[in-house]
């Protein structure tokens, strides 16, 4: 039988990734936004997965770092496969069916990439809500914002990740 993630090709699925979050084609630092980044090698286990280095502020990232396709349990391709059967508006049990997931997996996973889009609206709504942002941030987690990063990595939410296209912008609407 067919399946459609086999039949997607993991390089141009991280690809497909690059090219919304860097549209003009010059990686930057989702730390401080330089766009003087090195490569430094592929991932261990995603051959295809980009590691980068960044010549201003030294933070280490790769292509899924602060998207919503970072640490999931799913391969990418099953997320870019997801996110085209969304496109044509199949619905949750079909998608389960094509990707062969569980439906309450696929019910997750497009919840998670609709608010994900949702959330990378453009950036005149967003500039409010950065400020709330910050206020949560430094009130909740006095003097140890690494504390808080770590957990957002480790949450791995929608709440918490850009979709890709936002991520150059560190902090967006997280508290919507
Ligand atoms: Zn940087």
């Given at each position: ?80 496969g ?30 998670q ?34 504390a ?29």
């Amino acid at each position: 039988m067919l399946n459609l993630v086999n039949l997607l090709d993991d390089a141009k699925c991280f690809a497909t990734v690059r090219q919304l979050r860097w549209p003009d084609g010059v990686v930057h630092c989702p730390k401080c936004d330089s766009g003087q980044v090195t490569k430094r090698g592929k991932d261990d286990t995603q051959l295809h997965r980009q590691r980068y280095c960044c010549q201003n502020c030294g933070s280490q990232f790769d292509d899924l770092t602060d998207t919503i396709f970072a640490g999931r349990r799913q391969p990418l391709r099953t997320w870019i496969g997801c996110l085209y059967l969304m496109g044509l508006n199949v619905s949750n049990q079909q998608i389960a069916q094509e990707l062969d997931l569980n439906k309450d997996d696929v019910h997750q996973m497009t919840t998670q990439l609709r608010q994900a889009i949702v959330d990378n609206k453009p950036e005149v709504q967003l500039a409010g809500e950065v400020e709330c942002d910050e206020v949560y941030i430094t009130a909740g987690h006095k003097g140890n914002p690494e504390a808080l990063k770590k957990k957002a990595v480790k949450g791995g939410g929608a709440n918490s990740k850009g979709f890709g296209v936002g991520g150059r912008s560190p902090r967006k609407s997280r508290r919507s």
